[in-house]
């Protein structure tokens, strides 16, 4: 199984909504609505953000939201702020029943 | 409060076996829709899942690493073992366990710290 693609970076200046694309196949992403978001900031451990494509745990800024559409999911981030800074994976189950990650996005605040 | 964390050597040889061990708490790995998977990042680079084991022993592993995986449990000890043969330096990254809750079908919400593996002579 292939990564899902990402784009390498996406930049933003505070108080900006950046969007994030996670292109896959009709096997992972656009097969399953069980795609999911992290967030990593350096020498950390990921983070959930997002998970069956639209909902957000517990404790998750609501300026974090998910949609998909076709073999694309994609991340919006409202309302840009310092902290957001970070790189971002998304997840997909397949239909291998197995996990693929993303290629990662780095994530800049201007 | 959920719990993980990473446990092995830091050093490994070209061609041997890597045993990671991870120990977690405030969860049971016998509960319905629970799940332990293994995802490793080499230094700079991607997120990469390499296996997952259900609360039932059902395994999962990445295709590509297939042959050389295998995921374990020992329930009364709350640990969850990865072993991996045939080391290559390229094998060089930091090693993840993390928690599937039962009720979401594919998300990791709790992750350990990580643990850097560095594979050479």
């Known amino acids: 199984q292939s990564a899902l693609t990402q784009p390498a970076s996406v930049s933003g200046s505070p108080g900006q909504s950046i969007t994030i694309s996670c292109t896959g196949t009709?096997?992972?992403?656009?097969?399953?609505?069980?795609v999911s978001w992290y967030q990593q900031h350096p020498g950390k451990a990921p983070k959930l953000m997002i998970y069956e494509v639209t909902n957000r745990p517990s404790g998750v800024s609501n300026r974090f939201s998910g949609s998909k559409s076709g073999n694309t999911a994609s991340l919006t981030i409202s309302g840009l702020q310092a902290e957001d800074e970070a790189d971002y994976y998304c997840?997909?189950?397949?239909?291998?029943?197995?996990?693929?990650f993303g290629t990662g996005t780095k994530v800049t605040v201007l | 409060q959920i719990t993980l964390k990473e446990s092995g050597p830091t050093l490994v040889k070209p061609t041997q076996t890597l045993t990671l061990t991870c120990t977690f708490s405030g969860f049971s790995l016998s509960t319905n829709g629970v799940g332990v998977g293994w995802i490793r990042q080499p230094p700079g680079k991607a997120l990469e899942w390499l296996a997952f084991l259900y609360w039932n022993d059902e395994k999962r592993y990445s295709p590509s690493l297939k042959t050389r995986l295998t995921i374990t449990k020992d329930t009364s000890k709350n640990q969850v073992v990865l072993t991996m043969t045939n080391m290559d330096p390229v094998d060089t990254a930091t090693y993840y366990c993390a928690h599937k809750r039962n009720d979401w079908k594919a998300a990791f919400d709790y992750w350990g710290q990580g643990t850097l593996i560095t594979v050479s002579s």
């Open positions: 009709s096997s992972d992403v656009g097969g399953y609505n069980y």
């Open positions: 997840s997909s189950y397949t239909r291998s029943n197995t996990y693929v």
